[in-house]
């Protein structure tokens, strides 16, 4: 994602010159329309490879990190007014 701005129906930020997340069918950081997307309402399958072998991802976990908290935080309060980071559990 990388300092992409998230495109919906009703804003457009992405690089395409259409709306990718209208063409795609769903919301997502896009640069084009190409990428994979699971908010997308099409059956498509993500596949990796390694080591040869192909296989599909079949769960997907999406984590979000303020850009004000550093590596050290695991935990983020988002009801917070700053960055609501507490210290990682040892």
């Known amino acids: ?3 992409r701005y998230f ?3 009703d804003e457009d930020h992405d690089s395409y010159e259409g ?3 209208s063409v795609r069918g769903g919301a997502w950081w896009y640069n084009n329309c190409k990428q ?3 908010t997308s309402i099409f059956n498509t399958t993500l596949k990796l490879t390694c080591n040869g072998l192909s296989r599909a991802v079949t769960q997907l976990q999406l ?3 303020p850009s004000i908290c550093d590596s050290s935080h ?3 309060h988002l009801t917070d007014t700053g960055c609501g980071c507490a210290a990682p559990e040892h």
Do not use: D, V
């Open 1 to 3: 994602m990388r300092g």
């Open 7 to 9: 495109t919906t129906l």
């Open 63 to 65: 984590k979000i990190r």
């Open 36 to 38: 994979f997307n699971p």
């Open 19 to 21: 709306n990718c997340a």
């Open 74 to 76: 695991k935990t983020i």
